[in-house]
C-alpha cells in the first residue's frame, strides 16, 4: 500500500532565487537553508512523486484545479530570471485517482490541461507557487513526478476532504509521495510590505505556526475568521488540503525557520505523523455544524432577516413576509440597503440600492437579500446547501449628498460617481480602501465612468449590521 511518508510547508518568495534577488535574499538567508535541509531529507526519502499544493495556478471559486497533461514546465521570466527553468514530469496514474476519490466526496476538479488553459483563458505552467519549493527540491533531488494542484475558493471543510482523498488516492494506487504545502502566510506584516501593515498580520502568523507546531488541527479550523480576513495570507487553504491528506494520524510540527523580513511571512515547517485513532473528520464536522448553530442564533435581526429572506426564497420561490421579531424601526423608516454575502471570508453576492425602493427596511434588505443571493452578476446563484455557509452583513445607508472631493473619507463615507446616465457605488470601510484616490478609481470603475469623464460625487453613511 502507497503512502504519503513526509509533509512540509513551503514558502515561495521569488527574491529568495539568487537569480531573481540579486544579493536581497541573503536577508532571508534561516528560509533559504531551511529549504535546503526539506530538499535534502526528500533527496534521502526517495519518493516517487511529490504532490505540491499552490495559490498561484489556475483558481477558481468552485473547484479545485488539477494539472493533467503528461508533463508541466514553467520560468521565473516575470521576476527577471528567464535562465531558472523547470520540466516535470506527472504522475498521471495518481492525478487521475484523486480526481476520481474527490468526485466521489463531491468536490468539483478542474481537469487542466493546455486546451482546458486556453478555453478559460488561464495559462498552463508551472506557477511560482510550485516552482520556488520545487528549486529547491532539484538542487538535490531530480528522480520525481509530481501533482500539481491549486486549491480553490471551496469552503476548508472540502479542502479538508479533497486531502483525504489525495490519502485515499495514494494508497490505492500504490505509491511512494511527500507532500508540499506552499504557501506565504501574512503579506501584511510591516509597512514596506507588499500590502498595507495590519497588525492581525502578527497575529496570524504566531496563531498559524504555533497551531502547526503542536498539531492543532481543531484549532486551526477554528481561528477567528477576522484575524484570517485581514492578515493577507495565501497559504491557509494549502494547509487546510495538506491536513486532511493527514486526516486519522496524530500530528505535529517541527519549525525550521520562520522569517518576515520583506513584510510576509516565510514558514518552512516538516509535519511529523503518528499513528492516530480518531476521526479527525468527524470531529471538525461536528464542531462546524455547532459553530454554525450558535452564529446563526447569535444574529442581529437585520442579518437574520436577511438569512431568512435568501432561504425563504430558496426553497419557496417566493420572498418572506415580515417575520414577528422585525423591529418597530426596521418597519417605519425607510432607507436604502445594501446586502453582502461572504463564504470563507469572500465575497459572494452584494446587491443594494441607493435610495428606498419599498415602504420600509425591512422589506428592503426581504429583496436585496434575494437580490444578492441569485442575481449579483459577477457569481453564480447561491444553492441551498451553501446557505449555512454563508455570512450576511447588512448597510443601511443615509440619504446621499453632494460632496467635494476633500470632504471624502473612505473609512467614514461610502461614494457615489455619476456621469449622465452612468453611476458608480462603493461602501465606506473596505478591506483594501485606505485613501480617497483609491475608492473614487474603483467607483469610477464600476461605473465604468472614465476619469477624464467630467462627474459629480455624492457621500453617504452606513450603518453595518454583521
Do not use: W
Not at 506552499?182 to 496563531?207: A, Q, V
Request: proline share 5%; aromatic share 10%; hydrophobic share 35%.
Amino acid at each position: 500500500m502507497g503512502k504519503i511518508l513526509s509533509f512540509y510547508t513551503m514558502p515561495h518568495p521569488p527574491i529568495i532565487i539568487p537569480q531573481v534577488g540579486r544579493g536581497e535574499e541573503e536577508k532571508i538567508k534561516e528560509t533559504s537553508e531551511a529549504c535546503y535541509k526539506v530538499a535534502e531529507e526528500i533527496a534521502s526519502i526517495k519518493p516517487d512523486t511529490i504532490i505540491i499544493v499552490t495559490p498561484h495556478g489556475p483558481m477558481f471559486s468552485d473547484a479545485v484545479a488539477v494539472s493533467c497533461e503528461s508533463s508541466i514546465s514553467g520560468n521565473l521570466s516575470r521576476f527577471g530570471a528567464r535562465e531558472i527553468e523547470l520540466n516535470l514530469d506527472i504522475d498521471l496514474d495518481l492525478t487521475e485517482k484523486i480526481i476520481e476519490y474527490g468526485n466521489k466526496e463531491g468536490i468539483l476538479t478542474a481537469e487542466v490541461t493546455k486546451d482546458f488553459a486556453k478555453q478559460y483563458e488561464v495559462n498552463y505552467e508551472l506557477d511560482h507557487g510550485a516552482m520556488i519549493p520545487l528549486y529547491f527540491i532539484n538542487q538535490k533531488f531530480s528522480n520525481y513526478r509530481i501533482v500539481h494542484i491549486t486549491y480553490g475558493m471551496l469552503p476548508k471543510m472540502q479542502l479538508y476532504r479533497f486531502g483525504m482523498s489525495i490519502k485515499k488516492a495514494v494508497e490505492d494506487i500504490n505509491t511512494n509521495a511527500v507532500f508540499i504545502a506552499s504557501g506565504d502566510l501574512s503579506h501584511r506584516l510591516t509597512d514596506d510590505g507588499p500590502y498595507e501593515y495590519s497588525p492581525y498580520g502578527e497575529k496570524f502568523d504566531n496563531e498559524i505556526v504555533s497551531l502547526l507546531k503542536k498539531g492543532d488541527v481543531s484549532g486551526i479550523f477554528n481561528m477567528n475568521p477576522t484575524i484570517i480576513e485581514k492578515a493577507g495570507e495565501c497559504g491557509l487553504r494549502s494547509f487546510y488540503i495538506m491536513l486532511g491528506a493527514m486526516n486519522g494520524y496524530d500530528i505535529r510540527g517541527n519549525l525550521l525557520s520562520y522569517e518576515g523580513t520583506f513584510g510576509v511571512g516565510y514558514c518552512v515547517m516538516k509535519i511529523f505523523i503518528g499513528e492516530g485513532k480518531k476521526d479527525t473528520y468527524d470531529k471538525l464536522l461536528k464542531e462546524n455544524k455547532k459553530r454554525i448553530k450558535e452564529k446563526i442564533a447569535n444574529e442581529d435581526p437585520y442579518v437574520k432577516l436577511a438569512r431568512e429572506s435568501l432561504t425563504y426564497y430558496l426553497k419557496y420561490g417566493d420572498y418572506i413576509s415580515i417575520p414577528s421579531y422585525v423591529t418597530d424601526e426596521m418597519k417605519k423608516s425607510k432607507r436604502g440597503v445594501f446586502v453582502s454575502l461572504k463564504k470563507e471570508g469572500q465575497l459572494r453576492g452584494c446587491i443594494g440600492t441607493i435610495l428606498p425602493t419599498t415602504e420600509n427596511v425591512a422589506k428592503e434588505i426581504i429583496k436585496n437579500a434575494v437580490e444578492a443571493g441569485e442575481h449579483d452578476p459577477r457569481f453564480l446563484p447561491v444553492s441551498e446547501e451553501e446557505l449555512e455557509e454563508l455570512d450576511f452583513s447588512v448597510d443601511v445607508l443615509t440619504k446621499p449628498q453632494k460632496a467635494l472631493r476633500e470632504e471624502l473619507d473612505p473609512k467614514k463615507y461610502g461614494v457615489i460617481v455619476r456621469s449622465e446616465f452612468k453611476s458608480g457605488l462603493l461602501l465606506p470601510n473596505l478591506e483594501g480602501v485606505d485613501t480617497v484616490e483609491q475608492q473614487l478609481r474603483i467607483a469610477l470603475q464600476k461605473g465604468n465612468i472614465s476619469p477624464n469623464e467630467k462627474y459629480t460625487i455624492e457621500k453617504f453613511e452606513v450603518i453595518r449590521y454583521k
